[in-house]
């Protein structure tokens, strides 16, 4: 059988081994450039599979889409899971040795970029075809160690904590390597590109990014800051020993259990969604009022208030359903990340309706 040949319903012998590798690190600090290097030297080394999952390859034409301003953080959010949802779908795929599915509603134009994605890198099939809805997978993501990089600034351990997640499902591997480049030379490098993005938004990133913080997180204890500009080879020993590290040592399942009960007792906890709720209503009111002393219009002010208490009701019910967005810091719900996150939403909805009045 040749290489990307399709191997419908083949079954290997051993479980495939598998990684989930966060790439995170400010926009402009060399991921997506460094992915690259990296896959074609494990590739060419090492005899692994390597996809690389860059999310702006996969996520802008749909977002843009379906939110022709620009998108809500909320929306991203949603974005950012359907595309895990995808994922796993491959995962699936690969553990049982099958054919991937489709999943049964989805945002149609992502799972297309998906799927070139998944293709260009010969791990389905460039002869699957779309109207099946079945994607017979490749040899080589079948027979070899499977790295996937999933390439996106991932600047909060929420956003990373998600994918953690995923991996300890299926008991996969999982390693995170952040991308540590100065400030300046994101700029830098950000004003050289042909569609650079805003310096502010860099800056504001800059300020929120949360780094893996292996010594405070069990669950980012596989994790490996890289230098850049830095040549990567310096880093290489290193780098391969966490990436071998993290395939032969799958995150197991009975640390789910363990950890899922300390979880639901945090969520249950009435006491933080309390605090949540009258945390948030604070929030929501100071903000009515602020709008008011600045002359936002009647009409804006009534619709304002409608869509920021859909947003507070949104938030305390992820958190009544459990949502583990919130619960990366040694499990524990931090009632700060809560209020960090729910105000990046807010003052879009605020500045969504001051633009109005103009
Ligand atoms: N080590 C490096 N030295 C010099 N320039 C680099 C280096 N790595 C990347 N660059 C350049 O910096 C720019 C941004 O690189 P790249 O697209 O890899 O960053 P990124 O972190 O993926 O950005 P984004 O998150 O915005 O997608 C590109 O023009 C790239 O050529």
Request: aromatic fraction near 8%; hydrophobic fraction near 40%; charge should be neutral.
């Amino acid at each position: 059988m040749k290489m990307g040949e399709d191997v419908r319903g083949a079954h290997s012998e051993r479980p495939q081994k598998l990684v989930l590798c966060v790439l995170c690190g400010l926009p402009a600090a060399g991921k997506s450039t460094f992915a690259r290097a990296l896959r074609h030297w494990l590739q060419q080394e090492l005899g692994w599979a390597v996809g690389v999952v860059a999310y702006d390859d996969v996520m802008p034409e749909a977002v843009l889409e379906k939110a022709s301003a620009s998108p809500l953080p909320s929306q991203w959010k949603l974005f950012r899971q359907e595309l895990l949802k995808f994922l796993e779908h491959f995962l699936l795929a690969v553990i049982n040795g099958c054919q991937m599915s489709a999943p049964p509603s989805k945002t149609e134009a992502m799972w297309k970029d998906f799927i070139t994605c998944l293709k260009d890198q010969d791990l389905i099939s460039s002869a699957a075809v779309e109207a099946q809805a079945l994607y017979p997978l490749t040899k080589t993501a079948v027979s070899r160690p499977l790295l996937l990089i999933l390439d996106d600034n991932f600047y909060y351990q929420s956003m990373r904590y998600e994918v953690y997640q995923l991996a300890r499902k299926y008991s996969l591997g999982f390693c995170q390597l952040f991308l540590d480049c100065a400030l300046e030379t994101c700029l830098q490098r950000n004003a050289q590109r042909p569609r650079p993005l805003p310096a502010e938004t860099i800056h504001q990133m800059g300020n929120k990014i949360e780094k893996p913080n292996p010594e405070k997180n069990a669950w980012e204890h596989h994790s490996l800051a890289i230098q850049s500009p830095a040549c990567a080879s310096e880093a290489r020993l290193k780098l391969t020993d966490l990436l071998i590290t993290a395939l032969e040592n799958p995150i197991k399942h009975v640390e789910e259990n363990l950890e899922q009960k300390e979880t639901d007792r945090l969520i249950g906890s009435t006491n933080i969604l309390h605090q949540a709720d009258q945390t948030l209503r604070r929030i929501v009111s100071q903000t009515m009022k602020e709008a008011k002393d600045e002359q936002m219009f009647p009409y804006n002010l009534k619709l304002l208030a409608e869509e920021l208490n859909k947003l507070k009701a949104e938030f305390l019910e992820d958190l009544r359903q459990g949502n583990k967005k919130y619960l990366c810091f040694q499990q524990t719900i931090d009632l700060a990340d809560v209020i960090s996150f729910f105000h990046y939403e807010k003052d879009n909805i605020v500045r969504k309706y001051f633009s109005k009045q103009h």
